[in-house]
């Protein structure tokens, strides 16, 4: 009998322990609602958000809804803000509130041509068996595949990954209004092709003849032979310069056409610039080699002494093969 009458007990306290938290939520929403609102008028948009997003999940309400979503607008969340006047939308009709209808459709058709979106393409030939897409550590479902998804501003990774392939990822920093496209290659294998046995065997190289000693005169010389090398390194240096030059020029032509200043409108216009800078810095490297490949070729070129007479010889003996090189320099 005291073990039910204390059983009894207890569940009556955590009843009444209940319905006062549950009446403490509302005052405590309304608190959170009220701090949104001065942190809007204050500009902390971020810390503003958050307090509507709990006065929401303590209380849920049509009203607070909406200011969410325009929290979300104002900070540039596109995307979350897409969503959350959706939600308050569909709350206003259930709540039979026509003037929050409207206020969410008015708003939702103004952020229409703001909207960022990602389209993630996993070709048939792409697909391979058990695949896996993360946006952003966050697995896709093959519905998701080939889908303008509204995202927030900012930066995400798409990364693929399969059993018994290598994996594959790409970053895309999203700035400016628009779909960015994103196609999904096929993964490596990590499975190595097994070489023919034929080809694997070793093979029996013919022994040459004996070489007797020669004897011939090198034009240019030991010196100037280096100089000839030194300057052709060089010309090619320079030619590789040369390259990556008009490359560079070309490219900041594209990111001029898509960027003002350091804000670009779209993706093409920040890949543009990021290779203008990466081609610029080889083309530099390679003015850089080819004029030190120049010099060095006509210092040696200029003071290198005249060339005589050079004997060479090349014998193979069972142990291995000896070259011998003699000459006066």
Not at 13 to 36: C, H, S, T
Not at 60 to 75: F, K, N, Q, S, V
Not at 223 to 248: D, E, I, K, M
Not at 271 to 280: F, H, K, P
Request: aromatic share 6%; charged share 25%.
């Amino acid at each position: 009998m005291k073990r039910r009458s204390l059983a009894v007990a207890t569940c009556l306290a955590l009843i009444g322990w209940y319905g006062l938290a549950r009446a403490e939520e509302p005052a405590a929403a309304q608190a959170a609602f009220d701090d949104g609102k001065r942190l809007v008028e204050e500009g902390r948009l971020e810390r503003a958000c958050a307090k509507f997003a709990e006065s929401q999940r303590l209380d849920p309400a049509g009203g607070t809804l909406l200011h969410l979503a325009d929290c979300y607008d104002r900070a540039e969340k596109t995307a979350s803000a897409f969503h959350t006047y959706g939600a308050a939308l569909a709350q206003a009709r259930k709540d039979g509130r026509g003037d929050r209808e409207q206020a969410a459709k008015d708003r939702l058709e103004r952020l229409g041509p703001r909207m960022s979106l990602i389209r993630i393409d996993v070709p048939s030939t792409s697909r391979v068996p058990g695949l896996e897409v993360r946006r952003n550590n966050t697995l896709l479902s093959d519905r998701n595949y080939a889908v303008a998804t509204p995202v927030d501003p900012g930066r995400y990774s798409i990364r693929a990954e399969a059993p018994g392939h290598h994996s594959w990822e790409k970053v895309l920093t999203i700035r400016a209004p628009g779909t960015v496209s994103v196609a999904v290659p096929l993964l490596k294998s990590m499975v190595q092709r097994r070489t023919n046995r034929a080809e694997s065997l070793p093979q029996r190289v013919a022994r040459p003849p004996d070489v007797v000693p020669t004897r011939h005169h090198d034009p240019f010389g030991t010196q100037r032979t280096l100089a000839v090398g030194a300057a052709a390194v060089g010309v090619v240096a320079l030619g590789v310069g040369t390259y990556f030059g008009l490359q560079s020029m070309g490219k900041k032509s594209e990111a001029d056409s898509e960027c003002d200043g350091s804000r670009c409108r779209s993706q093409d216009g920040v890949d543009a610039r990021e290779a203008a800078i990466g081609a610029g810095n080889w083309s530099t490297l390679g003015f850089a080699a080819g004029g030190v490949g120049v010099a060095v070729a006509a210092t040696l070129w200029f003071t290198a002494p005249e060339a005589s007479a050079l004997s060479t010889a090349a014998q193979l003996s069972g142990s291995g093969a000896r070259v011998r090189l003699e000459g006066r320099f």
